[in-house]
Structures are given as structure tokens and as C-alpha cells.
């Protein structure tokens, strides 16, 4: 289970775009956000979810919120996050 912080830091990427790496209990997940600014579809976002260079989960076309919340899901039904205090999710823009 993701704490307040890493939550944080998951919501602001998916509002802003960039990238957020959470410890698990089977190594790094790292998700990536970008966002597009398009005429007919503004506030769209993509994302790439990670566990190693070699596998990767891609969701095309989403909204940040629609996104945010998938996401927050997914990381919670399918990984073991280490939430201990000292571990601060690494947040690159």
C-alpha cells in the first residue's frame, strides 16, 4: 500500500507528467507520464509502468484524473509498495 507521500508524488505526475520510481517488494517500479496538449482532445496523458528495462505496461489517451485513478489501482492490486517512512518516491520532471 502506497503512503500520503508516494500517493502525492503519483497524482503529481499524472497532473504534470514525468516520471516516479516506487520500491516494491520485487525491486523498482518506475512509471512514466507524458502529457500531450492537443486541439480536439486537451489534458491527455499516456503512461508507461515498468518493473525491469525489459517489460513495460503502455495506457494511450487517458485523462490525468481518469489516469490517476487506474494507476492508483492497478499499483495497489498488483504490487507489494514498501511505504516505510524513510523511502521517498524518487519524482523526476
Known sequence: MMNRNQDRALRKICRQGG???????DGPLTIEVTLRQRTNHPDRADAKISESPTSFLKLNDWSPRELYADLAE????????????????????
Open 19 to 25: 516520471k516516479l520510481t516506487l520500491p516494491t517488494t
Open 74 to 93: 492497478r499499483i495497489e492490486d498488483q504490487y507489494q509498495v514498501l511505504s516505510e517512512a524513510d523511502d521517498a518516491p524518487e519524482v523526476q520532471s
